[in-house]
């Protein structure tokens, strides 16, 4: 699950006081449309809300169901998004997984949740990586930092298993045609993304399969909305196809 939170990264920058921003992406492996995925941000004032839902889609539903959605809280601090609570539950057809964390104003981890037995060895490592680190956000809250903000985080990114930096890189621009796009075909921008640091919480040498990530963005109706995004991992290759959206 933690690659589709990187893999959607959005990028562009409002004037915020209250906000609801709803999109819906298709997630596609070798042209065949596996997910969907639905993206909800409210916002009022300084405070924010997120919603972010995956299910599978079509066949895949019937062969291997899927069901994935997080939400999290938080306030807004400049040009950052510093997260409350981060709540993420995944139901599969082989399992059910769970991560909450709690953060303190300053970013600090107040309490970590995850549903996965650990013994007193990998407790040990997640305090102290925890202690080492000290700062954190949430996946969901970055990339949706991204969207408004076009700003790195100047925290570590937690998700319960794992934490790592996620740093962005403007790349050159084209011109898109992508048949599959619904929404907009013409010049976009681009962005990459790249994983400079990855750690396991509970296990040493864990690698991270993610290796490069691409938006395409263009501007509509005076947003910079992305239009897809390529994912590439070492176990396989992903496009992201924005469907529809909504910005009140």
């Given at each position: 699950m933690r690659i589709f939170f990187i893999i959607i990264t959005l990028l562009y920058s409002i004037n915020l006081h209250s906000k609801v921003i709803n999109l819906q992406y298709e997630i596609d492996c070798k042209s065949v449309h596996l997910a969907d995925l639905f993206w909800n941000i409210t916002i009022n004032d300084s405070d924010y809300e997120i919603e972010f839902l995956i299910k599978s889609f079509g066949l895949t539903d019937k062969i291997y169901k899927y069901k994935s959605i997080t939400r999290v809280k938080g306030h807004i601090d400049g040009n950052y998004l510093r997260p409350f609570t981060y709540r993420s539950k995944t139901k599969s057809s082989n399992q059910d997984v769970y991560a909450n964390i709690d953060y303190s104003f300053d970013g600090l981890i107040k309490k970590i949740d995850v549903k996965k037995s650990l013994s007193d060895e990998q407790l040990l490592m997640q305090d102290n990586l925890i202690n080492q680190f000290q700062y954190f956000t949430d996946p969901i809250s970055q990339l949706s930092q991204y969207l408004l903000y076009k700003s790195n985080s100047d925290r570590i990114i937690i998700d319960g298993l794992n934490i790592y930096e996620l740093i962005s890189n403007d790349l050159i621009p084209i011109n898109?045609?992508?048949?599959?796009?619904?929404?907009?075909?013409?010049?976009?921008?681009?962005?990459?993304?790249?994983?400079?640091?990855?750690r396991g919480l509970?296990?040493?040498?864990?690698?991270?399969?993610?290796?490069e990530?691409?938006?395409?963005?263009?501007?509509?109706?005076?947003?910079?909305?992305?239009?897809?995004?390529?994912?590439?991992?070492?176990?396989?290759?992903?496009?992201?196809?924005l469907k529809k959206y909504e910005i009140n």
């Open positions: 898109f045609d992508d048949k599959n796009s619904i929404i907009y075909q013409g010049n976009v921008d681009i962005l990459g993304l790249s994983f400079p640091f990855f509970h296990k040493l040498d864990k690698k991270n399969n993610l290796k990530i691409k938006m395409y963005y263009a501007n509509i109706d005076k947003y910079n909305i992305p239009i897809q995004f390529d994912i590439l991992s070492t176990k396989f290759k992903a496009k992201l196809y």
